[in-house]
């Protein structure tokens, strides 16, 4: 019987390739170093010496741990991902809604990494602040004196307030339901004799119907002494159209119809039917500087020849924030006023306003 002494070579190398591959292995591993500082590290060990261990993640290439500050390692278990019939069955479970709790069991030996991240905070757009009820209202009042002492004595006094409420409509901010109450008062004496005696009111509601169009009613009453008017009133609707809306220039048309009535001093009284053509104009010339005038023209509806006409214009410079100086022009004319009254009556007054 022959005995064969085994091949020590190929027996060298076949151990040497475990030894290797072993290690290899291990140096694939994936774990996580707890330190004796109470920190943890994880990541792949990519060589190990008896004096430390060198790891890498996907934050740093290559770390060198000492063994000395290494209190144990564990080896991460990663989670076998799941079937393609698995997840097919699962997305067709959530899509019928027949899944069903399912019991889990309770999980050990799991380290739980955390992770602080920003918060992240949902912005939504605050809601447009709606104005109250009286940020909705604006104003002007203006009083004025012409004083005059000499030869010849005069005292006049006048005041002027306006009340201008806007509203945007809901659907659409861009048009508005605007009302303006005015009111106006005039008295003064010249030697002793009563010069001026009059005071009047009026309310326009207006509603845009589109961007340009509008549709008011105007109401207005009041008195005249001097022009021998023991009470007048005067109510119409109409149309107006916003010929120009700039940023520093307004200026509208209106076309309507008015009712007149007037019961005078003297035993008479007018009342007519009047067309009503009027335009009016805003405008900012500067930071200081404005105008705002205003012109009505009422021609008789059965007689043109017989007719009515204001004019107001109002130049206004800027003292202060909301104090002004203004300067005012206003015209009135009637082709038939009481007897003893003149056609025409032609006023220039200065004021001091005030906007609120």
């Given at each position: 019987?022959?005995?064969?002494?085994?091949?020590?070579?190929?027996?060298?190398?076949?151990?040497?390739?475990?030894?290797?591959?072993?290690?290899?292995?291990?140096?694939?591993?994936?774990?996580?170093?707890?330190?004796?500082?109470?920190?943890?590290?994880?990541?792949?060990?990519?060589?190990?010496?008896?004096?430390?261990?060198?790891?890498?993640?996907?934050?740093?290439?290559?770390?060198?741990?000492?063994?000395?500050?290494?209190?144990?390692?564990?080896?991460?278990?990663?989670?076998?991902?799941?079937?393609?019939?698995?997840?097919?069955?699962?997305?067709?479970?959530?899509?019928?809604?027949?899944?069903?709790?399912?019991?889990?069991?309770?999980?050990?030996?799991?380290?739980?990494?955390?992770?602080?991240?920003?918060?992240?905070?949902?912005?939504?757009?605050?809601?447009?602040?709606?104005?109250?009820?009286?940020?909705?209202?604006?104003?002007?009042?203006?009083?004025?004196?012409?004083?005059?002492?000499?030869?010849?004595?005069?005292?006049?006094?006048?005041?002027?307030?306006?009340?201008?409420?806007?509203?945007?409509?809901?659907?659409?901010?861009?048009?508005?339901?605007?009302?303006?109450?005015?009111?106006?008062?005039?008295?003064?004496?010249?030697?002793?004799?009563?010069?001026?005696?009059?005071?009047?009111?009026?309310?326009?509601?207006?509603?845009?119907?589109?961007?340009?169009?509008?549709?008011?009613?105007?109401?207005?009453?009041?008195?005249?002494?001097?022009?021998?008017?023991?009470?007048?009133?005067?109510?119409?609707?109409?149309?107006?159209y916003h010929l120009f809306t700039l940023t520093n220039y307004v200026m509208n048309v209106?076309?309507?119809?008015?009712?007149?009535?007037?019961?005078?001093?003297?035993?008479?009284?007018?009342?007519?039917?009047?067309?009503?053509?009027?335009?009016?104009?805003?405008?900012?010339?500067?930071k200081q500087m404005s105008l705002v005038e205003k012109f009505e023209l009422f021609p008789?509806?059965?007689?043109?020849?017989?007719?009515?006409?204001?004019?107001?214009?109002?130049?206004?410079?800027?003292?202060?924030?909301?104090?002004?100086?203004?300067?005012?022009?206003?015209?009135?004319?009637?082709?038939?006023?009481?007897?003893?009254?003149?056609?025409?009556?032609?006023?220039?007054?200065?004021?001091?306003?005030?906007?609120?």
């Open positions: 019987m022959t005995c064969h002494r085994p091949n020590l070579r190929f027996l060298f190398w076949v151990i040497t390739c475990a030894v290797f591959t072993l290690v290899d292995s291990l140096q694939a591993q994936t774990v996580i170093l707890h330190l004796r500082n109470g920190d943890r590290i994880a990541g792949a060990i990519t060589s190990e010496t008896t004096n430390s261990i060198t790891v890498s993640n996907v934050w740093i290439k290559e770390l060198m741990v000492p063994l000395a500050q290494i209190e144990k390692r564990e080896i991460a278990v990663t989670p076998a991902a799941p079937s393609i019939a698995e997840t097919n069955a699962a997305v067709a479970a959530i899509s019928t809604g027949t899944n069903k709790p399912t019991a889990v069991a309770p999980l050990t030996n799991v380290v739980v990494v955390a992770k602080t991240s920003p918060a992240i905070l949902a912005l939504t757009p605050p809601p447009t602040p709606k104005p109250s009820g009286w940020k909705r209202w604006k104003g002007d009042a203006s009083v004025g004196t012409d004083l005059i002492y000499g030869s010849r004595n005069s005292e006049l006094f006048h005041g002027h307030v306006a009340l201008t409420y806007s509203q945007p409509y809901q659907q659409d901010p861009k048009k508005f339901f605007r009302n303006v109450l005015t009111y106006n008062a005039e008295y003064g004496k010249t030697d002793g004799t009563l010069s001026a005696n009059r005071m009047d009111g009026s309310s326009k509601t207006d509603f845009d119907v589109s961007k340009k169009v509008y549709i008011y009613n105007l109401m207005g009453s009041g008195y005249d002494q001097i022009r021998k008017i023991n009470v007048r009133y005067e109510v119409g609707p109409g149309a107006g209106e076309l309507g119809g008015n009712y007149q009535a007037e019961y005078r001093s003297d035993n008479t009284e007018t009342k007519n039917f009047y067309l009503r053509l009027a335009e009016d104009i805003n405008w900012k010339i500067n008789q509806a059965n007689d043109f020849s017989q007719y009515r006409a204001r004019f107001e214009a109002t130049f206004s410079h800027s003292l202060l924030a909301n104090l002004s100086l203004n300067l005012t022009l206003l015209d009135q004319y009637d082709t038939k006023p009481a007897s003893g009254v003149s056609r025409n009556e032609l006023q220039v007054r200065s004021s001091l306003g005030v906007k609120f």
